[in-house]
């Protein structure tokens, strides 16, 4: 009996360890480092009270404002030395005015309470946080708030004084300073920040962060100072204050102003009672970054939109001067549907039940639908394309690929509705080609947005790479379509460094075709510079075709360092001109002479370089880059075109032409527009019409036919 009595004991004991100790698939953490500065003991509980109020006035003008006020208890529950849990009770959201509370606030409440948090905690910085799936984004936006407060990158390392700092507000540089060891501050200053949240919309805008000293960093000037106290190994207090001033409209510190205050103060240290660790049944895993929530449109019922396509029916055979606002208005009120709302009117258009003519009615429908680009739209299309095989209308049929490049545009793409894209991207589809290049368009916006992005689209990466092989060798005209579209769709999605060497030995089979190997090139292009491999050795080969040295340049100035310009500049010292270096040396004379902000980096390491002018030859004969470029640092704002004019050692007529254009303005470089062409077997029409025995002989494009181009560039 006794025996079974301690047998009993010891299980109780064990099992209440055991529920403090986070099983492995439950952890956020996926490494973790000793602690020398901050580390919140495990055996304890950390209650914070915490208090944030916005308040928005017009400074200097009047003392109205409004605002809101959050009140909680943070219960910080430590599991190991980098495994912590985020709890919220008690929270209350208020007026900061009056102090009344709003209609919403026990839903505000129960949605903060509802689910825990998990975060990677590694000696005061906050790397990785674990989500449940069902929490809303503003949720976990708040949470990641509270957090930001409690980050502290300076304690474990005092060089660290002057760094750049993931939380909340974007990947920020911070200066820390101290008065005592007890007293830390850190300033940020908004306009220099990296990933900062700015555009609240599904359209997708390709935007590069840059930075100048100027007066303009943004029609906001926002900034945050936070001081914390730290106490046996933890923040006991942290109190942050932020400033959002409307530049256009202000007077130094007067004008439109929205001012946030953070008031977080320990309450108490309890010890743990050994309860089980809560468990985050569907985890998302992500960062302190701010997640920037969808447009959400207010709902509609299909009336109005009925409505409308009954009147468009009545007038379709008369074209009036306000028939592009109708369509105009007739998009704005789509946009409000559900999928299932779009989904009945396009049954009742089908079905005659709005107008007699559904042919008609049903392709103003389809135009409007293309154009709304949201979530509900974007899944319509996707799956009237699914199913067009069994539809008689002729106008999907003929569409799909306009559908499909539309879909590209959309900012906001889901795990489900890339899922859902994977059949049409089947190399037996007819829609592969554009459904694979907008399946590459979507990866990238889902893994800018997705931490755990690469485990979300394992399939959509292999069907990418079981596209390509090995090598990259295409058996037949159609397996090298297919190759060269599934290149073009990883250079567009970017994040997969799995593949990188995939790519490199793409480039360097030399029994792959010219455009595949250069393609491979530069589908490097938004891959982490860190992953990249080297590509010196294809750069300095002169056994290679200059077309591939001058990609693999192209690819290295995206991501350069000082080893590489170094062996760069002995290239140019020491090779006579060929197409190779002209193009180099163009290069690097033109940045070194712009006034575009993104070329900062590489002026810096080009300071010391000698580039001699022994270069400078017939604009006809050798590849080149050409720079263009205005930029005002007072207004903080201007544009550059670039382009490249580039020969193959195998011919005297240039194999490449392409020309980026692109707006710089407010710290955000917004590319345009990019155009490229790339053009080979010119020569043989050429020959037929100007060579010795072609319609228009001309004895000196004859000899320049029978020359061809030398790897020097010399028209013989």
């Not at 006794?2 to 109780?12: D, E, N, S």
């Not at 959400?296 to 606002?325: A, E, G, M, W």
């Not at 030399?510 to 938004?526: H, Y």
């Not at 254009?661 to 080979?680: Q, V």
Request: charged letters at 20%.
């Amino acid at each position: 009996m006794g025996t079974t009595r301690l047998i009993l004991a010891l299980a109780v004991v064990s099992c209440a360890f055991a529920s403090r100790i986070p099983r492995e698939r439950d952890r956020c953490t996926t490494t973790c480092e000793a602690s020398s500065a901050l580390e919140y003991e495990k055996s304890n509980v950390y209650v914070y009270t915490y208090v944030a109020e916005t308040r928005t006035q017009l400074t200097g003008i009047t003392q109205d404002s409004t605002g809101l006020r959050i009140k909680a208890d943070v219960h910080i529950l430590p599991e190991d030395t980098c495994e912590h849990i985020l709890e919220l009770h008690n929270v209350e959201l208020l007026s900061a005015l009056d102090g009344i509370i709003p209609a919403n606030g026990d839903e505000f409440r129960r949605a903060l309470e509802q689910h825990p948090l998990r975060y990677g905690y590694h000696d005061g910085e906050i790397r990785e946080l674990c989500h449940e799936q069902s929490d809303p984004i503003w949720v976990v936006n708040i949470k990641r708030g509270v957090l930001s407060a409690l980050q502290n990158n300076y304690l474990r390392d005092t060089s660290f004084q002057n760094i750049y700092e993931v939380d909340v507000a974007g990947n920020c540089p911070t200066l820390y300073s101290t008065n005592d060891e007890l007293t830390i501050t850190k300033e940020k200053d908004f306009a220099n920040c990296k990933q900062r949240s700015h555009i609240d919309t599904s359209f997708f805008v390709p935007m590069d962060s840059y930075f100048v000293e100027s007066t303009q960093q943004g029609v906001v000037e926002s900034s945050q100072t936070c001081k914390q106290t730290v106490n046996s190994g933890y923040i006991k207090t942290s109190q942050c204050t932020e400033t959002h001033l409307l530049r256009p409209f202000s007077n130094h510190t007067s004008g439109a102003q929205t001012t946030v205050k953070q008031n977080l103060r320990i309450k108490t240290v309890r010890r743990n009672k050994a309860y089980p660790a809560p468990v985050i049944r569907n985890p998302i895993r992500s960062t302190l970054l701010y997640d920037q929530p969808l447009q959400k449109f207010q709902s509609l019922t299909i009336q109005p939109v009925t409505d409308l396509l009954k009147h468009y029916c009545s007038t379709r055979l008369d074209v009036k001067v306000n028939s592009p606002q109708l369509f105009s208005d007739f998009v704005a009120l789509m946009k409000h549907l559900t999928v299932d709302q779009l989904k009945e009117i396009q049954l009742l258009i089908e079905t005659g039940r709005i107008c007699t003519d559904s042919k008609w009615t049903l392709k103003y429908f389809y135009d409007a639908l293309s154009l709304l680009n949201t979530k509900a739209s974007v899944t319509l299309m996707l799956d009237t394309i699914n199913t067009a095989e069994t539809s008689s209308n002729e106008w999907i049929k003929s569409n799909q690929a306009m559908w499909l490049a539309s879909m590209s545009f959309y900012g906001s793409p889901t795990k489900e509705l890339i899922n859902s894209l994977l059949p049409l991207s089947d190399v037996q589809h007819p829609l592969s080609r554009q459904a694979t290049l907008t399946l590459g368009t979507w990866i990238n916006q889902y893994c800018n947005r997705n931490i755990q992005c690469m485990v979300d689209l394992k399939p959509a990466f292999k069907i990418l790479t079981d596209i390509l092989g090995g090598n990259c060798s295409p058996q037949n005209k159609a397996d090298y379509a297919s190759k060269l579209t599934a290149l073009k769709a990883i250079g567009n999605a970017g994040h997969a460094s799995f593949v990188l060497p995939t790519l490199a030995q793409c480039a360097e089979t030399e029994s792959n075709p010219m455009e595949i190997r250069l393609q491979a090139i530069d589908s490097m292009r938004r891959m982490p510079c860190s992953d990249v491999p080297a590509l010196g050795r294809f750069i300095s080969s002169p056994e290679q075709d200059s077309e591939l040295r001058i990609a693999a340049f192209i690819q290295f100035m995206r991501c350069p360092n000082i080893e590489g310009i170094n062996r760069l500049e002995t290239l140019l010292k020491t090779v006579e001109i060929d197409q190779v270096t002209s193009f180099i040396w163009s290069y690097f004379i033109n940045a070194k002479i712009s006034d575009d902000p993104c070329k900062a980096r590489v002026q810096e390491l080009l300071s010391d370089v000698d580039i001699k002018d022994r270069f400078r030859a017939d604009q006809l004969k050798y590849s080149k880059n050409y720079h263009f470029n205005t930029f005002s640092r007072r207004l903080n704002a201007g544009a550059h075109l670039d382009s490249n004019l580039i020969f193959s050692s195998k011919s005297w007529l240039p194999r490449q032409l392409n020309t980026n254009f692109t707006i710089d303005i407010f710290g955000k470089s917004i590319n345009l527009f990019e155009l490229d062409a790339r053009f080979e077997g010119f020569e043989f029409i050429l020959e037929k019409f100007f060579g010795p025995n072609g319609y228009f002989p001309d004895s000196k494009l004859s000899e320049l036919l029978k020359g061809g181009n030398s790897e020097k560039g010399v028209m013989k």
